[in-house]
């Protein structure tokens, strides 16, 4: 079985009064649905959730050796 992938807290995520996650903190699945978090977060992976974890595009995406020209003599 695939395991799902996690999310990534865009926003500070609070129970009650208590901060439960910052932006960029990995956040379990479950705890998402359960305290009604979806739109505090971003699937692992996508473009908003790397911001929120302060991945660079560079860092997130890199080149394929076919589009990254010749080497320097």
């Known amino acids: 079985m ?3 992938k996690s999310f ?8 009650g ?3 439960a996650h910052n932006p960029g903190d ?13 739109d505090g ?5 996508t473009k908003a959730a790397d911001q929120a974890a302060g991945v660079s595009a ?3 995406a ?3 050796s076919s589009a990254q020209g010749p080497a320097p003599k």
């Open 62 to 64: 890199p080149l394929p």
């Open 41 to 45: 977060v971003a699937r692992e992976g």
């Open 8 to 15: 990534i807290a865009t926003v500070p995520l609070f129970v």
């Open 26 to 38: 990995v956040v379990p699945p479950d705890n998402v649905k359960a305290h009604g978090w979806e």
């Open 2 to 4: 695939a395991e799902s």
């Open 58 to 60: 560079e860092d997130a």
């Open 17 to 19: 009064n208590a901060r």
